[in-house]
T-cell receptor, first 117, second 108 residues
């Protein structure tokens, strides 16, 4: 099956620092990748949609200067949380859309837990 | 945009019994309906999906049914096992809109 990896799986950082999270589709090319944020006991909240070679599309209320997204290749997207603050602590999950004969399927990474002190 | 409602929010069943989780959606143009299982501290795992050109799909103990007229779809898990315990999310549309999730607990 399709595999999506994320790195790191967890990170602790000091307030004011920047953190980069990588998302890779390991066995397929993904023209579109997504970044979600999930708070405890809640559903997934879409932050942005990333297309290879173009600027990401951010959902309403998500600061694009705070959450920088780069989709440099068909297998790699990165999310950088700039000047992180404690309220940015959350579970960040990426997803990659795979196109195949019958349609498209979206696969998720294992998530990255961010704790900002 | 799409709006997805999911029920129940929690579900407890005895091992071996069946579990059913239901979702409704609002956008009649949606034609893709996946179900994800999320274990604590992990990312969502695709367990089954259905497209609007079929009404039912089955994979071993898991099945999904779709009623496009009524705009609802359901997940059915038979012969539940303790390892089925997790949060299950339904979703709809090409740009997935997620339901609020169902915490399924299978009691041994």
């Amino acid at each position: 099956g399709a595999v999506v990896s994320q790195h790191p799986s967890w990170v602790i950082c000091k307030s004011g620092t920047s953190v980069k999270i990588e998302c890779r589709s390991l066995d397929f090319q993904a023209t579109t990748m997504f970044w979600y944020r999930q708070f405890p006991k809640q559903s997934l909240m879409l932050m942005a949609t990333s297309n290879e070679g173009s600027k990401a599309t951010y959902e309403q209320g998500v600061e694009k200067d705070k959450f920088l997204i780069n989709h440099a290749s068909l297998t790699l997207s990165t999310l950088t949380v700039t000047s992180a603050h404690p309220e940015d602590s959350s579970f960040y999950i990426c997803s990659a859309r795979r196109a195949w004969g019958a349609g498209e399927t979206q696969y998720f990474g294992p998530g990255t837990r961010l704790l900002v002190l | 945009g799409e709006n997805v409602e999911q029920h129940p929010s929690t579900l407890s069943v005895q091992e071996g019994d069946s579990a059913v989780i239901k979702c409704t959606y609002s956008d009649s143009a949606s034609n893709y309906f996946p179900w994800y299982k999320q274990e604590l501290g992990k990312g969502p795992q695709l367990i089954i999906d259905i497209r609007s050109n079929v009404g039912e799909k089955k994979d071993q103990r898991i099945a999904v049914t779709l009623n496009k007229t009524a705009k609802h779809f359901s997940l059915h898990i038979t012969e539940t096992q303790p390892e089925d315990s997790a949060v299950y999310f339904c979703a709809a549309g090409r740009q997935l809109t997620f339901g609020s999730g169902t915490q399924l607990t299978v009691l041994p």
